[in-house]
């Protein structure tokens, strides 16, 4: 079992910059590849970056490429998403997911489990 609780959303201008973080629990952190995924009012939740377990690759939507970076600190049992030049298009609800095993997974019943969520709002 996984606890995850994100935090670090908020309200930016395009163009400005915000750091999410999730925490995780359990002692075996390092053996889930770790996803970020958004959803928008009214839209599906979709895919934004993902991580494997020993941060050995990394892989993101075209939509954020050059822009958005993950990243892991297992000792820490977090995962961090910098996000840069953001747009107003970007503003959603960010969610930290979880699942074991191999594969760059981008759908989410890939994930096992998954945070609350934390609001990011970009202000033209």
């Known amino acids: 079992q996984v606890q995850l609780v994100e935090s670090g959303g908020g309200l930016v201008q395009a163009g400005g910059s915000l750091r999410l973080a999730c925490a995780a629990s359990?002692?075996?952190?390092?053996?889930?590849?770790m996803g970020w995924f958004r959803q928008a009012p009214g839209q599906e939740r979709n895919f934004v970056a993902g991580?494997?377990?020993?941060?050995?690759?990394?892989w993101y939507a075209d939509s954020v490429k050059g822009r958005f970076t993950i990243s892991r600190d297992n000792a820490k049992n977090t995962v961090s998403l910098q996000m840069n030049t953001l747009k107003p298009e970007d503003t959603a609800v960010y969610y930290c997911?979880?699942?074991?095993?191999?594969?760059?997974?981008?759908?989410?019943?890939?994930?096992?489990?998954w945070g609350q969520g934390t609001q990011v709002t970009v202000s033209s």
């Open positions: 997911a979880a699942k074991l095993g191999y594969g760059r997974s981008v759908t989410t019943g890939a994930y096992d489990y």
């Open positions: 359990g002692r075996t952190f390092s053996s889930y590849a």
């Open positions: 991580i494997y377990g020993l941060g050995s690759s990394t």
